[in-house]
């Protein structure tokens, strides 16, 4: 008989935690007090280590291990100055998963990682650089889909799933994006999957430091309402960010209509330009999650935002999640017996 505990078996064993469900890094939300709160509730808890310079992230690591003796990971962005640095970091303070983030990453700074004895897991938005990540030495894989919060590519997460889970089985490979209930969790698992990661689903958590106005957003907001950034001109690309529709969304198309409007006129270059709207969201997460602005501030969200509907303690969402997996699998295979 399938049980919950057999479908994720490989992933839990990865993480070396009870359950195979991964936390999504997010930035200023994704810190000591919710990473450990994640990791004593069964799950694995990431650190987003973000812009943080080396120093901080080694508090937070140690701030972390105050909170919690069970596994958890740290996200590291590769294109971060100081990357070298901050795996010297994660080698002293022994972090056992390291997730690199932000493109594919060098096989320098795998085989540094891998050297101390860390497992490697990258994000693969494709079966090719999937299977280019695994052969520069990538232990695991997280498949993220345009339904996810922050940053995000331009294929769903059940079409990524369907060209990337019957065709990639050498390492566990991490559904995320979308996912906010235990049966979406069984479905995936079922498809090969070996775990699942979530971010928006524990943003409501207690144990999240997130302005109260920033979780009320979330209680408040539909599916809907997690819309993609947009880009105005094709000759000034941007990497939509999915995030909860409010003023700056608004101000963020009329920043670009007025910097190519300079830069059609003469007033700017094409460098200025580009770096003008890049630094339009510079410090807007921070603003919304820390400072409560969640008017000019990036209320950055994934669509199962609409499943966010109170604040909670972790173990309670996880638990939660878990017993919505369990009930799936029991009922429908009562349904098969009857």
């Keep these: 008989m399938t049980t919950l505990n057999t479908l994720w078996a490989r992933g839990a064993e990865f993480l070396g935690s009870k359950y195979a469900i991964m936390g999504g890094a997010m930035s200023w939300v994704s810190e000591h007090n919710l990473v450990a709160a994640m990791s004593n509730a069964g799950a694995f808890g990431v650190i987003a280590n973000g812009s943080m310079p080396p120093e901080l992230l080694e508090k937070e690591i140690i701030a972390t291990k105050a909170l919690t003796d069970k596994p958890f990971g740290v996200n590291l962005i590769i294109m971060h100055p100081q990357l070298e640095q ?3 970091v994660c080698k002293r303070q022994n972090v056992t998963h390291v997730v690199l983030a932000g493109g594919i990453p060098g096989g320098t700074s795998i085989k540094a990682i891998k050297d101390y004895g860390a497992k490697v897991i990258g994000f693969a938005p494709s079966a090719i650089i999937g299977r280019k990540l695994i052969r520069i030495g990538a232990d695991a894989l997280v498949i993220e889909g345009m339904e996810a919060g922050g940053h995000i590519g331009p294929v769903t997460t059940s079409v990524l799933a ?6 990639i089985s050498e390492v566990p490979v991490f559904i995320a994006g979308g996912i906010g209930r235990g049966e979406a969790i069984v479905s995936y698992l079922e498809m090969g999957a070996s775990g699942v990661q979530l971010g928006t689903r524990f943003v409501c958590a207690t144990e999240c430091i997130a302005h109260d106005k920033f979780k009320e957003m979330f209680i408040r907001s539909a599916a809907r309402d997690a819309i993609p950034s947009v880009q105005i001109d094709p000759e000034f690309p941007v990497i939509p960010v999915r995030a909860i529709a409010n ?23 094409k460098k200025e330009a580009q770096l003008k709207i890049e630094h339009f969201w510079a410090g807007a997460l921070r603003r919304a999650v820390i400072d409560g602005d969640v008017e000019h501030g990036s209320v950055m969200a994934g669509q199962s935002v609409g499943m966010v509907s109170k604040i909670q303690p972790t173990q309670e969402i996880v638990d939660e999640l878990v017993v919505q997996a369990e009930d799936y699998i029991a009922s429908r295979q009562k349904r098969n017996c009857a």
């Design 247 to 269: 003023k700056a969304t608004d101000d963020f198309t009329r920043c670009q209509l007025e910097v190519i409007a300079q830069f059609r006129s003469g007033e700017l270059d």
């Design 162 to 167: 369907q060209e990337i889970l019957p065709v």
């Design 86 to 88: 901050l795996i010297e």
